[in-house]
């Protein structure tokens, strides 16, 4: 007689139905990006690459998404914390008016940035007129476009972070002898420093790709305002192959930064 | 050094009100069924929560007194708490968890290492928190509590989290710590062995009301509450005196002392005899029951009866299974007057 135990599975298979539907969600990622590399003119590739155009849009595109993340940082976090922390009333409405932006078309971002930050819009005009500062069409109008679109990224999930973290512990350190300032920068954001990070970096994501509230607020300008995205899309009308070469440029970084931090910071959690 | 508490505080359902004095360097536990506000109290103590009403007076500094507006914040008490689950910052080291306080205190931090060598966790100073077992870890609170030496220690059940193994250890090592700690120490716990082992006083504490204070011997032999006679394992009614009858719910019990109005009765459960037939003897209280529940406590039996006055009695097991308990029989109940024990209420 066989022992049973020795017959009994290690692991227990997943159910097929789920198996099959996950692996169609798997399929609908990873075949357009197929399509990408199996159609790249990978003969032509170094030439589209090191093209001037190419590489001052990928510069541009990655000076403009750093630093809207960085200001995403520096005003998301602290709305986070407001949200998460101070009771006022249209706390919940304030919540819904920093989430918009992701639901939004871009485009429709745009616009409103522009009647707010345009030369005739409801701060732009004084901004011009007190400072000479022109937001349209400029690399910092870049920078707010992304930022406007990519930051309730960062403020949901710090909000998330904060909410969800151990809030005896600001306690045991009130009871320590530590300051309210103290108890933030020693307790609350090490604490939340994974939701922060993962926050930022969620952000990052969303700034790379901007497409439409960038168009529209900072327009296509080769040097200025064209980041990638916008040089693929115009390139797509005169040569497609370096728009493709371009996209795979895109995806590249974008997985590289994603499989490399994301998992190694957030997988362990 | 002295601590005077007035405290009035309604937080959801629980309505704190609550009055105590602690001598310098008295060692105070607090003893209450869950839900009483023991955790309330500290929480006020220390300024986690501020008072509605009353006054707290630490060595003649005023801690919180809202009529006068008057209310120190956390940081600025020298209070130091030992939280139940222990409240180690999870991102920093054993060793900056116990520098923290010095550090946000502006004290030297070479102290940190001189109470993880007195806890005897010097070797698990760069560990981090989640590497400790639930033992350590009460240590590495305990030392992060006293390095700031706070002139009042509050300690939040430092026990409960522990199993039963390394309890009894780290009991004997609290008190020892706790001995060489010379301000005033609250320590919070529904354990009566821990009260007794750790505490000068126990204060008793029920639905946000001090209920009863004094010595652990005291509290016991004269309960004056369902919850303190329960941990004595006592019987305890409530009734009117009349000389030397006490009326309680209908039924009366004879006394040998004589009292007058409302009053405390307890009666131990082993001076309560059963018989089969009606006893005809000495014994001055004398009713029928029945048998309703058995515990057993190794070779004794806890016996609870209902009729007349509900009672529970203490027997040994044989008596249990010659008088048929466990299947509900009818009894006879004796008590002598003499066990009788009455106090005003």
Redesign the interface.
């Not at chain 1, 306690?171 to 300051?179: I, Q």
């Not at chain 2, 914040?73 to 008490?77: D, I, L, N, S, T």
């Given at each position: 007689m066989r022992a049973s135990a020795s017959a009994r599975p290690r692991r227990e298979r997943p159910p097929l139905g789920l198996a099959l539907a996950g692996g169609l969600g798997a399929a609908l990622f990873a075949l357009p990006l197929l399509g990408l590399a199996v159609k790249a003119p990978w003969k032509d590739a170094l030439r589209e690459l090191g093209s001037p155009e190419g590489l001052e849009a990928l510069r541009l595109s990655l000076v403009c998404s750093l630093s809207a993340t960085v200001l995403a940082l520096l005003l998301g976090v602290p709305l986070a914390w407001v949200q998460a922390r101070v009771e006022f009333p249209g706390r919940s409405l304030l919540r819904a008016l920093t989430t918009l932006p992701m639901v939004l078309p871009p485009v429709v971002g745009g616009v409103a940035l522009l009647l707010a930050f345009g030369r005739e819009g409801l701060l732009g005009r004084y901004l011009f007129d007190a400072f000479g500062i022109r937001l349209p069409f400029t690399t910092a109008g870049v920078i707010l476009a992304e930022a406007f679109v990519a930051m309730p990224f960062l403020v949901i999930t710090v909000e998330a972070g904060l909410r969800s973290m151990?809030r005896?512990?600001e306690?045991?350190?009130?009871?320590?002898?530590?300051?309210r300032w103290?108890v933030l920068t020693?307790?609350t954001l090490?604490?939340v420093?994974p939701s922060i990070f993962s926050g930022a970096l969620l952000s990052w994501s969303r700034a790379l790709g901007e497409f439409g509230a960038t168009i529209t607020f900072a327009g296509n300008f080769p040097g200025r305002t064209q980041t990638l995205p916008l040089a693929v899309y115009l390139l797509l009308e005169t040569r497609p192959e370096a728009a493709v070469m371009l996209s795979l440029v895109l995806v590249a970084i974008s997985l590289a930064v994603l499989v490399g931090l994301r998992d190694r910071y957030l997988a362990a959690r | 050094m002295s601590l005077e508490v007035a405290a009035r505080l309604q937080l959801g359902s629980l309505d704190l009100d609550v009055e105590l004095t602690a001598k310098p360097s008295e060692v105070l536990a607090v003893l209450g069924p869950n839900g009483a506000g023991k955790t309330t109290l500290l929480r006020v103590l220390?300024?986690?929560e501020p008072l509605d009403g009353g006054r707290l007076v630490l060595d003649g500094t005023v801690l919180d007194d809202p009529d006068q507006g008057r209310f120190l914040?956390?940081?600025?008490?020298p209070?130091?708490?030992v939280?139940q689950?222990y409240?180690l910052?999870?991102?920093l080291t054993v060793l900056e968890n116990v520098e923290?306080?010095l550090r946000?205190?502006g004290l030297p931090r070479t102290r940190a290492r001189e109470w993880l060598t007195r806890v005897g966790l010097d070797d698990l100073a760069q560990a981090r928190p989640g590497a400790l077992s639930g033992g350590q870890a009460q240590r590495v609170a305990l030392a992060?509590?006293l390095a700031?030496e706070p002139r009042l220690l509050l300690l939040d059940e430092p026990l409960a989290a522990l199993d039963a193994t390394s309890r009894a250890q780290l009991r004997r090592e609290l008190t020892r710590h706790l001995a060489t700690f010379s301000g005033i120490r609250l320590v919070v716990t529904h354990d009566p062995v821990e009260a007794a082992a750790l505490a000068d006083r126990v204060v008793v504490l029920e639905a946000g009301r001090v209920l009863q204070s004094g010595s652990h011997q005291d509290i016991t032999a004269r309960p004056r509450s369902r919850y303190v006679a329960d941990l004595a394992g006592v019987n305890l009614w409530r009734g009117q005196a009349e000389d030397r009858q006490v009326r309680i719910d209908g039924a009366t019990l004879a006394a040998i002392e004589a009292h007058q109005g409302e009053v405390f009765v307890t009666v131990q459960p082993r001076a309560v005899a059963l018989f089969r037939n009606r006893p005809d003897g000495t014994p001055r209280n004398v009713w029928q029951g029945r048998a309703i529940g058995v515990d057993y406590l190794g070779e004794r039996a806890r016996v609870r009866l209902e009729g007349g006055l509900p009672i529970v009695a203490e027997v040994s097991r044989a008596a249990v299974d010659d008088l048929g308990l466990a299947a509900g029989a009818e009894v006879w109940i004796a008590v002598k007057a003499a066990e009788v024990e009455v106090y005003p209420a």
């Open positions: 151990n005896r512990l306690e045991a350190a009130r009871t320590l002898g530590a300051g103290r020693r307790v090490p604490l420093a | 220390a300024g986690l914040p956390p940081e600025r008490r209070v130091g708490f939280f689950d409240l910052f999870p991102h923290f306080g946000s205190r992060r509590a700031t």
